[in-house]
């Protein structure tokens, strides 16, 4: 009895890990899918993130546009930075992270937002840990302005 039960909790307990795995990979894709849609309803947003994104820098911005961005770049890093923490606590897998963690370095290093980051990144709107670990990671995709265009073959 006593083993049938144990069988039963090692069982269910493997089923419910599945289930939280399954449900943080799920919230994440959800969040940056509703971030994205929300951007492409926003007109005036994204118009900035096109300019920015085009190479504008972002001292040629006007204030309110610069806060604006700010807030709408903090916003998505902060969705990332939340699925960091699901994958640190081993809700996420490696892969999936890492290509997340991969796209965040190289959309940051482009030239027009590396500036930005920088300040960004020193701003107490994120935690030390996350900052350092995509600073950390390897910039291997080519960036347009909609995100993605190719992995770099040099990788």
Do not use: C
């Amino acid at each position: 009895g006593v083993l049938a039960t144990l069988l039963f909790l090692l069982f269910e307990v493997r089923g419910n890990t599945k289930i939280l795995k399954a449900n943080a990979k799920t919230s994440g894709m959800e969040s940056i899918a509703h971030y994205n849609e929300a951007l492409a309803h926003d007109q005036i947003l994204s118009e900035l993130f096109e300019r920015f994104l085009s190479g504008e820098s972002f001292d040629g911005f006007s204030r309110p546009e610069q806060f604006r961005l700010t807030l709408a770049m903090r916003g998505l890093l902060q969705r990332l930075e939340a699925q960091y923490f699901q994958y640190e606590a081993g809700l996420v897998d490696d892969k999936y992270w890492n290509t997340r963690r991969t796209w965040l370095k190289s959309f940051l290093d482009q030239p027009s937002l590396s500036d930005w980051w920088s300040v960004e990144s020193t701003s107490a709107q994120l935690t030390d840990e996350f900052v350092e670990h995509i600073n950390s990671a390897t910039n291997s995709f080519v960036m347009g302005p909609a995100g993605v265009r190719s992995v770099r073959d040099d990788d």
